[in-house]
């Protein structure tokens, strides 16, 4: 006779039971979280972010957390947050200066005159193309004009257009910066003891969301920030209007692989020449070619070859799927998860395939 086996022992029931209201209240605290997701992101964001300074500030204090804290939260708003909010503000009003610009310049008739004198003789040229013949380029580009103006003066109006929404979630955001500063290395051991790998495997996903945080960050962020703030200086200084608007189209420009920023100041530089500012267009594009561009060539495969180690082509896709999914912070996200599926990948292949 042999015994029977117990199809559902105490232990059975009890981790159903368990798991069962686990994901129950993580299920709950989702939808808590869900409203201030976007503050508790970008706090997330700026903590690994400013970690370097964290890390010196708290050893000029002498370790004492709080303080470090309470300093790093303070200089995190005056240098990044409030000039943030004011560049926006500046980019929703020249974006509707941009819009209100085109309607005037279609409905006065100046467009027509403006037009022949300048970009006549250009498109002639343009339309012996074959394929470009039947285009009307003149109505294309006003309509463009007019959806990209605005459009973006839409999306940058609706974030400060409900002022109590932006400073809650303003303060929600400097509350999560002071204790991610603060308890953050406390946060992640907590969390990184409770996952089912081995403390090799723990360290060797650190270290790749890590280098590709910082990669990404310094290699896409910081370099296609250089090129818009570059790109709106040299609009400014050579006379071009929106300097802010352009700028802010070159940085997000900057993210593609092929073209990047100068898909803005040289139509800038061609603007000026075609109006008749010889001097300031052959100026701005130098400035274009010297200080925008041609850093980009080596700036960006120094800064993120070394850490993230993507390779170029996932490294656009990530971008542009991030982008499309996650909105803004997909340019982050996006290389994100393709290199820690990688990670994965390899301790699936180390774990179960090899062994």
Request: glycine content about 8%; proline content about 4%; charged content about 10%.
């Amino acid at each position: 006779m042999t015994e029977e086996r117990q199809v559902l022992t105490p232990r059975h029931i009890f981790a159903l039971v368990f798991f069962a209201l686990l994901i129950f209240l993580v299920y709950q605290m989702m939808r808590i979280l869900a409203p201030f997701s976007s503050s508790l992101i970008w706090a997330g964001v700026l903590t690994l972010a400013l970690s370097p300074v964290h890390v010196r500030v708290l050893r000029l204090v002498k370790g004492r957390t709080g303080l470090a804290a309470g300093l790093m939260t303070v200089g995190a708003l005056l240098a990044i947050i409030i000039p943030a909010i004011a560049f926006l503000s500046m980019l929703a009003r020249q974006s509707v200066d941009l819009y209100e610009w085109a309607a005037d310049l279609v409905q006065s008739g100046r467009l027509a005159e403006q037009w022949s004198t300048v970009a006549a003789p250009l498109l002639d040229r343009l339309r012996q193309v074959p394929f470009l013949s039947g285009l009307n380029i003149k109505d294309i580009l006003i309509q463009w004009l007019k959806a990209f103006s605005s459009g973006l003066a839409a999306q940058v109006g609706a974030i400060l257009k409900n002022l109590f929404l932006l400073i809650a979630n303003l303060v929600i955001m400097l509350i999560a910066l002071f204790f991610l500063f603060r308890d953050g290395e406390s946060y992640y051991q907590k969390v990184a003891g409770v996952l089912p790998f081995t403390r090799k495997q723990r360290e060797a996903i650190a270290k790749k969301f890590v280098d590709t945080f910082t990669g990404v960050l310094h290699g896409v962020f910081f370099v296609a920030f250089l090129q818009g703030l570059m790109t709106g200086i040299g609009f400014a200084v050579f006379g071009v209007a929106f300097p802010a608007l352009w700028g802010f189209l070159a940085a997000v420009l900057a993210l593609l692989p092929v073209g990047g920023a100068a898909l803005v100041w040289l139509p800038g530089a061609a603007y000026l020449f075609l109006s008749g500012s010889t001097i300031p267009a052959v100026l701005l594009a130098a400035w274009g070619l010297l200080l925008v561009s041609l850093p980009d060539n080596f700036l960006k495969p120094l800064l993120i070859g070394r850490k993230a180690r993507i390779p170029a082509f996932l490294l656009f896709l990530g971008i542009l799927g991030g982008l499309q999914v996650y909105g803004f912070l997909g340019i982050l996200f996006g290389p994100l998860i393709v290199t820690l599926l990688a990670a994965f990948v390899q301790i699936y292949r180390e774990e179960f395939v090899e062994k």
